[in-house]
Nanobody, 124 residues
Framework: VQLQASGGGLVQAGGSLRLSCAASGRTFRSYAMGWFRQAPGKEREFVAAISGSGFGFSTHYADSVKGRFTISRDNAKNTVYLQMNSLKPEDTAVYYC????????????????WGQGTQVTVSS
């Protein structure tokens, strides 16, 4: 599975961005997909995940983004999205998408494939 993330950019606090992650492969719908982020000097952290077809496409969010971010997937387009609203300066980071053959997973070591990352910068 190859992943290509896009959609990052510079936005003012309170604004919105939608990240996309396009995946290769015919078994996309069976993979759990996740978004992680890494700010300068900090460890990579979980943001959101959506399970594959075997687990009902359920979702899970980090507490820090719950109510502001929404993860979704379009299996016909092999794409997962992260809609980010009410952005805050502390959301500034490189955002990575990832794919896992497991269920709804939230830890980075459970993901098998990673995209290259897209920079999100939120100005105050």
């Amino acid at each position: 599975v190859q992943l290509q993330a896009s959609g990052g950019g510079l936005v003012q606090a309170g604004g919105s961005l939608r990240l996309s992650c396009a995946a290769s492969g015919r078994t996309f719908r069976s993979y759990a997909m996740g978004w992680f982020r890494q700010a300068p000097g900090k460890e990579r952290e979980f943001v959101a995940a959506i399970s594959g077809s075997g687990f009902g496409f359920s979702t899970h969010y980090a507490d820090s983004v719950k109510g502001r971010f929404t993860i979704s997937r379009d299996n016909a387009k092999n794409t997962v999205y992260l809609q980010m609203n009410s952005l805050k300066p502390e959301d500034t980071a490189v955002y990575y998408c990832a794919a896992s053959g497991l269920g709804l997973v939230t830890t980075s070591y459970e993901y098998d494939y990673w995209g290259q990352g897209t920079q999100v910068t939120v100005s105050s």
